[in-house]
């Protein structure tokens, strides 16, 4: 049976400020057949990568990062926000869609020339993702992948992250 897992995200009109669309997945996360849909098509993608260890950003991108590396026989490693993480940690600031933020990722969570999918659930314009391919590379690993179940093609994401392999589920080009 197959899940059409863009039935199962919602809008949200005026969040988190007004004039923006927020693309709702919790409804995804509450269907086990949609849950399940969303990881085994982020999975089928980038299997031929060879990841080792998935970064996920906080805090969606630990929801399905999680289950996409234990998919793929990865690990898993949390990039969170400053002060979050107990040990030394690398960090990056970085650009939103409305407004600026900043992630860490412990020292020692990459390994020196390990192969890194970078996940998230929604790529806009690509802020997030751009500052973890550049931890992961100050770290000594190789991004070998950028994942999303969502992407919002209109922002302009993907072309922040030029010279990555870019991977998305559902595709918005209208804002």
């Given amino acids: 049976m197959s899940v059409d897992i863009e039935s199962f995200v919602r809008d949200i ?46 805090a969606r991108g630990f929801l399905l990062g999680a289950a996409l590396a234990r998919e793929l026989g990865a690990g898993f490693v949390l990039a969170r926000k400053p002060g979050k993480l107990p040990h030394e940690t690398v960090r990056a600031e970085y650009l939103l869609e409305y407004g600026t933020d900043a992630l860490e990722l412990h020292t020692d969570a990459v390994a020196e020339g390990a192969r890194v999918l970078v996940h998230d659930d929604l790529l806009a314009t690509g802020g997030t993702a751009r500052a973890l391919c550049e931890l992961v590379e100050q770290l000594g690993g190789t991004v070998v992948g950028c994942s ?28």
């Fill in 13 to 58: 009109q005026d969040f988190p400020k007004p004039g923006i669309v927020f693309k709702d997945i919790t409804p995804v996360l509450a269907s086990a057949q949609a849950l399940d849909a969303a990881v085994t098509q982020l999975a089928e993608p980038v299997r031929d990568l060879n990841v080792d260890v998935v970064v996920g950003a906080e």
């Fill in 148 to 175: 999303f179940l969502i992407e919002l093609g209109f922002l302009g994401g993907r072309q922040r992250l030029a010279g990555y392999d870019v991977r998305s589920i559902l595709r918005y080009d209208d804002e």
